[in-house]
């Protein structure tokens, strides 16, 4: 499974991006996807979640209301749309694959064992 994360850039606060992470392969559907980030000079971490169908998700708390989690599985996709962006959200934001059955939501907490990770992908939010 190779991840490409796409649609990062450059925002003002306030602003709305979204992200995308396009997954190879023919088995989308064998894995819950999530989204990090790590900020310059900090540690990576979690942001968001959502399971095999998208029946269920789970955010970061400090992002829930402005970050929602989508996936399309015809289009081996999910998508992370971000609203009121705000400076301390600059980061790169990278997608992982973690196989169903791992158990739902993946690891919170470092180390985030999963088993594919993307490149990732720059986002910056300027005041």
């Known amino acids: 499974v190779q991840l490409q994360a796409s649609g990062g850039g450059s925002v003002q606060a306030g602003g709305s991006l979204r992200l995308s992470c396009v997954s190879s392969?023919?088995?989308?559907?064998?894995?819950?996807m999530a989204w990090f980030r790590q900020a310059p000079g900090k540690e990576r971490e979690f942001a968001a979640a959502?399971?095999?169908?998208?029946?269920?998700?789970y955010y970061a708390d400090s992002l829930k209301g402005r970050f929602t989690i989508s996936r399309d599985n015809a289009r081996n996709t999910v998508y992370l749309e971000m609203t009121s962006l705000k400076p301390e959200d600059t980061a790169v934001y990278y997608c992982?694959?973690?196989?169903?059955?791992?158990?739902?939501?993946?690891?919170?907490?470092?180390?985030?064992?999963?088993?594919?990770w993307g490149k990732g992908t720059l986002v910056t939010v300027s005041s």
């Open positions: 992982a694959a973690e196989p169903n059955g791992s158990g739902f939501p993946p690891p919170l907490v470092p180390p985030y064992d999963m088993q594919y």
């Open positions: 392969g023919r088995t989308f559907k064998s894995y819950s």
């Open positions: 959502i399971n095999w169908s998208g029946g269920r998700s």
